[in-house]
């Protein structure tokens, strides 16, 4: 049931718009589209990449927003306040390498600007969450740390991945973190959250950003290769220890680093929801 203070916030427009999240006093840029064909249903949740277009980003989620009928909305981490160890990394740690507050993760951005919008809606709208490139890198380690209410957390041609294992470090893996973010509960966790790996098979040269350190490249000579090892290793993993497993990996053929194609494509649906019902 919807406290009544909400049904009286001004609902999001039809068409794009944008407002302003307070955000725990650090305010966020939110960039929204309502199709008109909106009827209460979910809201995803766009990260954009590592170019901080989250306008952009918007634009090319319209074609999702117009297909399955649902809010999109895409809140922009700048660049001044959000350089890579706070948004592709979530500001787990500080600059001294120093687990942070759970409040203070920017991971904990995205449940507040959910409820923004569900009190703009008067509704408990569930969310999905979708990122491509340093958005599927923030949405991977998400899924590890605070995965939320999220229905479905989809991370599109990632960099790099956080594989499930302690002999690689933080971010590329759980090592180098206290036990309390690191142990099996902890990886056992991530391996139940609904992670889907959303990959384009021409994703598969070094171009666009591409993290070619020794750590990257331990992952896979490109982001195709990477997304296929860090599922694979979860898959044997949760098979070895029996746990339950909750990751999907859905490829689109031919489409390389371009978010507008990977959210338009055919199986962008399977990615999301599952697979399309015939």
């Known amino acids: 049931m919807i406290a009544a203070g909400l049904l009286h916030a001004a609902p999001l427009p039809v068409g794009s718009a944008q407002f302003t999240a307070p955000n725990d006093g650090e305010p966020l840029t939110v960039f929204t589209y309502k199709p008109p064909t909106y009827r209460s249903v979910p809201l995803f949740m766009i990260c954009h990449g590592v170019g901080r277009n989250a306008e952009e980003y918007r634009n090319f989620a319209i074609t999702l927003a117009e297909r399955f009928g649902v809010i999109v909305a895409a809140p922009l981490f700048d660049r001044e306040r ?30 507040r600007i959910v409820a923004e919008v569900r009190a703009k809606e008067g509704a408990a709208l569930p969310y999905f969450l979708i990122g491509h490139s340093a958005g599927g890198q923030f949405l991977v380690r998400m899924a590890a740390f605070l995965p939320g209410e999220a229905e479905r957390i989809v991370a599109a041609n990632p960099g790099s991945h956080l594989f499930p294992a302690r002999d690689q470090n933080f971010g590329y893996g759980f ?104």
Not at 84 to 108: D, I
């Open 82 to 111: 959000y350089p890579s160890a706070r948004y592709q990394r979530g500001g787990l740690l500080n600059s001294e390498g120093v687990v942070q507050p759970r409040e203070a993760w920017t991971y904990a951005a995205i449940p």
């Open 175 to 278: 090592g180098g973190l206290p036990a309390e973010l690191s142990d099996d509960a902890v990886i056992r966790r991530y391996l139940a959250a609904p992670l889907t790996i959303y990959l384009g098979t021409a994703d598969n040269t070094p171009a666009n950003s591409f993290d070619d350190s020794p750590a990257g490249m331990r992952q896979g000579p490109n982001r195709l290769a990477r997304g296929r090892a860090c599922f694979a290793e979860a898959q044997r993993l949760a098979h070895e220890r029996g746990w339950a497993f909750n990751w999907r990996k859905v490829e689109t053929p031919g489409i390389g680093h371009a978010a507008a194609f990977m959210f338009a494509a055919k199986e962008a649906e399977d990615a999301i929801f599952g697979a399309a019902k015939k």
